[in-house]
Nanobody
């Protein structure tokens, strides 16, 4: 079994920054992709950013240039640095771990964290 422990959510004003962290433990696949998805009230869950174990990345168009995903393979941890936050970034952010190195978004594959709330006020 895999456990994902998220941290770093909170409330900020527009233009501010937050850094999310997600540490994976348990039976982690030797090759994998870690990522962040988000779900706003009344909307479907969507990919924010993903990163393979080899370091390839994929970002949603809405966050390119503002968010940066990174990972520490030795710690099985993925980070999401969020800068220039906007009110439309408000959502619950979920960490995801998938087997294999794939940047194709999927909201039904892999393991999920419990979610962390990010609220951006104008």
């Amino acid at each position: 079994q895999v456990r994902l422990a998220e941290s770093g959510g909170g409330s900020v004003q527009a233009g501010g920054s937050l850094r999310l962290s997600c540490a994976a433990s348990g039976s982690i696949f030797s090759t994998n992709t870690m990522g962040w998805y988000r779900q706003a009230p009344g909307k479907q869950r969507e990919l924010v950013a993903a990163i393979t174990k080899g370091g390839s990345t994929n970002y949603a168009d809405s966050v390119k240039g503002r968010f940066t995903i990174s990972r520490d393979n030795a710690k099985n941890t993925v980070y999401l640095q969020m800068n220039s936050l906007k009110p439309e970034d408000t959502a619950v952010y979920y960490c995801n771990l998938r087997r294999y190195q794939t940047l194709v978004p999927s909201t039904s594959d892999g393991y999920w964290g419990q979610g962390t709330q990010v609220t951006v006020s104008s």
